[in-house]
T-cell receptor, first 115, second 113 residues
Framework: GDSVTQMEGPVTLSEEAFLTINCTYTATGYPSLFWYVQYPGEGLQLLLKATKADDKGSNKGFEATYRKETTSFHLEKGSVQVSDSAVYFC??????????????FGTGTRLQVML | GAVVSQHPSRVICKSGTSVKIECRSL??????MFWYRQFPKQSLMLMATSNEGSKATYEQGVEKDKFLINHASLTLSTLTVTSAHPEDSSFYIC?????????FGPGTRLTVT
């Protein structure tokens, strides 16, 4: 079955440091890939997504590129801020992009950014 | 836009009682909602897919008689944990599908004593 593997956290960085959170996946077809963020006390929010190989998703300074050859979707940000402190989830969906399909999540990576 | 609420946010109940959790899409209609369970330091595990006007589709290993799901309208799905036991204590999260994406509620912390 489908699975998503994320690097274990927590990840602690100083403000303005470079961030990478690794994510690799296993899927039978050609999934869509997502990064969700969960701020303390809030629900998951879609951060970015990519629906086919070599697509780059980007939002709020975060980027991730769909790499089919390495089955990866690593999350990066050039300069993190304290406000980026949250839990980040990598996920995949096997369904068509126009329909709601169930998501398979990674275990989440907690990011803590210090001043 | 695309806001999903859950009620209650926290609930404590005694073993053997039943608890109902509501999931509402506030500003859109959702024919499909999903229920997840999240264990500490673990991923979200899909429990079931809830379709308006029809029976929910449960994931393998999820007891449908224990976790009753009702999706009576396009804006409301409910999850009832029947005869709750301490092992049912967890964080329950719903999501609602709209324009091909899922929008998540803030979750409900259930503690069974």
């Amino acid at each position: 079955g489908d699975s998503v593997t994320q690097m274990e956290g927590p990840v602690t960085l100083s403000e303005e440091a470079f961030l990478t959170i690794n994510c690799t996946y296993t899927a039978t077809g050609y999934p869509s890939l997502f990064w969700y963020v969960q701020y303390p006390g809030e629900g998951l929010q879609l951060l970015l997504k990519a629906t086919k190989a070599d697509d780059k998703g980007s939002n709020k300074g975060f980027e991730a590129t769909y790499r089919k050859e390495t089955t990866s979707f690593h999350l990066e940000k050039g300069s993190v801020q304290v406000s980026d402190s949250a839990v980040y989830f990598c996920a995949l969906s096997e369904g068509n992009t126009g329909t709601a399909s169930k998501l398979t999540f990674g275990t989440g990576t907690r990011l803590q950014v210090m001043l | 836009g695309a806001v999903v609420s859950q009620h209650p946010s926290r609930v404590i109940c005694k073993s053997g009682t039943s608890v109902k959790i509501e999931c509402r899409s506030l500003d859109f209609q959702a024919t499909t909602m999903f229920w997840y369970r999240q264990f500490p330091k673990q991923s979200l595990m899909l429990m079931a897919t809830s379709n308006e006007g029809s029976k929910a589709t449960y994931e393998q290993g999820v007891e449908k008689d224990k976790f009753l799901i009702n999706h009576a309208s396009l804006t409301l799905s409910t999850l009832t944990v029947t005869s709750a036991h301490p092992e049912d204590s967890s964080f329950y999260i719903c999501s609602a599908s709209w324009v091909g994406e899922q929008y998540f509620g803030p979750g409900t912390r259930l503690t069974v004593t």
